[in-house]
């Protein structure tokens, strides 16, 4: 039996972040992570943040990692490794050690920061080996240090598509193109710049068609691209055919929320935001009492804002069992809600803000009802 | 063996105590700690397990242990996620056919 007053999900920057803040504040905290390095997508992230100072731009992702490991490490936070969560039952939560041991915990509060995983795109040749999401060529490269192939067709311009296409160039492989579906690039004109300057060619309001099997139908032998009309269906007569070994896709994430939905905790959508995901108020709780949820699963979004909502709910959290006392800790929550909009600026963050602005106000005319 | 040996931002690969392998039946040199498919792409082979209808091969997608397209058969179990499972010296994996089938247990 594992006694602890906070269980957080997922060692990514949302749980590692929310960790710190409640274990700094007097509260005892457990992480559980199924990966044997914790981390989550963090020690991925190569390039440098974005934003201001205090939103640590400038700083590698990896570099952020160590930082809070270090931190949990420092504060007490207990973290256990090649651990997973299968479920939120009335009588505990269920964890499995190390692919054997069952164990059932009863924390007083839990973080769910499980973090997202990438859409798949259907077309004839899906299923290739080297039709890959462009999240896993960046953990390939970047963590593991291997090459997932030589030459590579990128899909999707967002900031996923951007970055991961210049890492592919600093790890050595070539991109030999970029297709975005949309008439113009998805992601920031920074990162675009980049690769355009290392001469990879952007292909607006084109897609990926199909792709095509080597001989024995073991890989990718190559890509074929089309433009596309104003309605989205493929331009006959526009198709051009890619030398590749590996097509990429990076055409967006959606939230890993299943915990949340065994839990019991009422849904919303938001297409914005990657789907259907948990109803949540100002301080991250879910319709669940004591059920808090930061990071990608509230909502897909990017690591900096993963480590302000971690540091939000592991503030409210830890308020909530009376360890900060209630006009400190609505000064932080104020402080931390500023930040996370400061985050959400520019044409990609104003709408993503009016996003999650929509889902508290639902949660509020839920409550609202409820008690009516 | 495919590896990124240098790197701008990253450096020299770090050094790892080696591990060995059987990949279907041939010895493969390893780095210690690291997942099975990463010593499998750094030897070229892309394909984890041949489909149960279509038998089509199919391989790495997700890289984090969330679509099982990477299942191979490890030491007797089949349906182990490659991606997420690292190495150990004398490892045997098999590429899996459909949903394998249980072998014998180390
Ligand atoms: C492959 C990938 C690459 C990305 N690259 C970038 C990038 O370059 N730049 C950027 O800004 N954003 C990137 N993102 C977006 C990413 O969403 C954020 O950067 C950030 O990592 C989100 O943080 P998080 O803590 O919410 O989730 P994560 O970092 O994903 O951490 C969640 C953790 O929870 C674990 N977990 C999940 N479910 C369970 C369970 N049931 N039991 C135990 N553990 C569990 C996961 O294995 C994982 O370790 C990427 C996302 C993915 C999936
Ligand atoms: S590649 Fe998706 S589970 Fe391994």
């Given amino acids: 039996m ?10 990514g920057p949302a749980g590692l972040s929310a960790a710190a803040e409640a274990a700094r504040h007097g509260a005892r905290v457990t992480v559980v992570d199924e990966n044997e390095k914790p981390g989550g997508q963090l020690f991925k992230q190569i390039h440098k943040f974005f934003g201001s100072r205090r939103h640590r731009a400038g700083v590698r992702g ?17 973290v256990m490794l090649d651990t997973v969560c299968y479920g939120i039952f009335p009588e505990g939560v269920g964890l499995v050690v190390s692919g054997k041991r069952d ?3 009863e924390p007083r509060r839990i973080v769910l920061a ?10 004839p040749g899906w299923t290739l080996p080297g039709v890959v999401g462009a999240g896993a060529v960046q953990t390939m490269i970047n963590v593991h240090r291997v090459p997932v192939g030589e030459r590579v067709l990128m899909v999707g311009s967002g900031n996923v598509g951007l970055i991961v296409s210049y890492q592919l160039l600093q790890s050595g492989a070539q991109v030999v193109g970029i ?11 920074v990162h675009a710049a980049k690769v355009r300057r290392a001469g990879v060619p952007i292909y607006t309001s084109h897609t990926v068609v199909s792709a095509l099997p080597n001989s024995d139908n073991t890989r990718v032998k190559a890509a074929v ?5 104003e309605n989205m269906s493929p331009i006959p007569g526009t198709e051009k055919e890619l030398d590749v070994d590996t097509i990429a896709i990076a055409v967006g994430l959606t939230p890993m929320t299943e915990l949340a939905f065994i839990a019991g905790a009422a849904f919303t959508y938001s297409g914005l935001l990657g789907g259907h995901i948990p109803l949540h108020d100002e301080d991250l709780m879910t319709t669940v009492e004591g059920l808090y949820v930061a990071g990608d699963v509230s909502g897909v979004e990017e690591a900096s804002t993963a480590l302000e909502e971690g540091r939000l709910a592991g503030v409210a959290a830890a308020a909530s069992l009376g360890k900060i006392p209630e006009v400190e800790a609505e000064e932080k929550k104020r402080e931390i809600r500023e930040s996370l909009r400061d985050l959400r600026t520019g044409p990609f963050g104003d709408a993503r803000a009016r996003a999650k602005e929509e889902i508290v106000n639902e949660m509020a005319k839920r409550r609202g009802k409820r008690s009516a | 063996m495919k590896r990124i040996s240098d790197h701008p931002i990253l450096g020299p690969l770090p050094e790892a105590r080696e591990v060995w392998i059987t990949v279907d039946g041939e010895r493969l040199q390893a780095r210690e700690g690291e997942p099975i498919l990463a010593a499998l792409l750094a030897h070229g082979i892309h394909v984890q397990n041949i489909s149960r209808k279509k038998k089509a091969p199919r391989g790495l997608f997700c890289g984090i242990g969330r679509c099982t397209g990477c299942v191979m058969t490890v030491d007797g179990v089949p349906n182990v996620r490659t991606c997420v499972t690292p190495v150990r010296d004398g490892m045997v994996i098999e590429t899996q056919e459909g949903l394998g089938k249980w072998g014998d247990r180390k």
């Fill in chain 1, 2 to 11: 594992i006694d602890t007053d906070i269980l957080v999900v997922g060692a």
């Fill in chain 1, 62 to 78: 990896f570099d952020i990692g160590y930082a809070l490991l270090d931190e949990v490490k420092s504060l007490g936070v207990e």
């Fill in chain 1, 103 to 105: 164990v059932l915990v």
């Fill in chain 1, 114 to 123: 499980t973090g997202a995983s990438e859409n798949p795109l259907c077309f």
């Fill in chain 1, 179 to 189: 297709v975005e579906a949309l008439p113009k690039v998805g992601g920031y004109g």
């Fill in chain 1, 225 to 229: 691209i089309a433009r596309l009309d």
